[in-house]
């Protein structure tokens, strides 16, 4: 049985990801801000090898804490999928910085720490894997403008996984950044094109097929690559 480590698992992909692994016997970690409130994660756990732990990925502290109670048992899957649109106001004429800044503090610095601080568990793994999310709207090549803080935050998550890829080769681990698709969520929006099960279903299929070749790659929920 594998074990799943997922962050902002109370909504959303997060959520979806965690009914996906549990449907597959994983045993899953569902991190989240306040289990408390996360009353679907709740509903879960009674019935399913599933444990709740508190995290918030702004806080340095609790990163170090949710590392901690881990303590060393081995992680054979991370999926970095916390993440912030960024703020409301991200245009050439009305940023909000301060949540500019702190959309690299959620979506670039923490699945970052979280990698890092998890590589000793990664490493007792047989088959481990990081993956984070990402989005499309991170790709150079695009041409889109606006959500300045989104697209810049994600594009050097993009980064940060191609070198772990390279660091931490050695141990084995696969790590890639991934695009979602674009999913009816709070983010998403109603008009999205796929669901938060076409999504999740998805992503697994990406993981459980994941190969060495992949590592340091730019991959789709379907497991196309994408331009940097």
Same mark, same amino acid.
């Given at each position: 049985m594998e074990t799943v480590v997922i962050t902002g698992a109370n909504r959303g992909i997060g959520l979806g990801l965690v009914k996906v692994f549990l449907a597959n016997k994983a045993r899953?970690? %569902?991190?989240?801000?306040?289990?408390?409130?996360?009353?679907e994660l709740q509903k879960l756990a009674k019935n399913s090898d599933l444990e709740i732990l508190p995290l918030d990925v702004a806080n340095e502290?609790?990163?170090?804490? @949710? /590392?901690?109670s881990l303590g060393d048992q081995p992680i054979d899957i991370l999926i970095n999928n916390a993440g912030t649109l960024g703020g409301e106001r991200q245009s050439a004429s009305d940023m909000d910085f301060d949540a500019w800044a702190q959309a @690299?503090?959620?979506?670039? /610095? %923490?699945?970052?720490?979280?990698?890092?601080?998890?590589?000793?568990?990664?490493?007792?793994?047989?088959?481990?894997r990081v993956i984070s999310v990402s989005s499309q709207m991170g790709s150079l090549a695009g041409e889109g403008a606006g959500y300045?803080?989104?697209?810049?935050?994600? %594009?050097?998550?993009?980064?940060?996984?191609?070198?772990?890829?390279?660091?931490?080769?050695?141990?084995?681990?696969?790590?890639?950044? /991934?695009?979602?698709?674009?999913?009816?969520?709070?983010?998403?929006?109603?008009?999205? %094109?796929?669901t938060v099960t076409q999504s999740a279903e998805g992503i697994f299929r990406l993981i459980d097929t994941l190969t060495a070749a992949q590592s340091g790659h730019f991959l789709t929920w379907e497991g196309e690559e994408l331009p940097w």
């Open positions: 899953v970690v %569902a991190a989240c801000r306040h289990p408390e409130k996360a009353q502290a609790s990163i170090t804490g @949710f /590392i901690a @690299f503090v959620v979506n670039t /610095i %923490a699945p970052f720490r979280l990698t890092v601080g998890l590589r000793a568990n990664l490493k007792r793994s047989s088959r481990p300045y803080a989104y697209r810049s935050s994600k %594009a050097a998550l993009n980064k940060v996984m191609r070198g772990l890829a390279t660091d931490l080769e050695p141990d084995g681990v696969l790590v890639c950044p /991934i695009h979602p698709g674009w999913v009816k969520t709070d983010m998403g929006g109603a008009n999205a %094109a796929i």
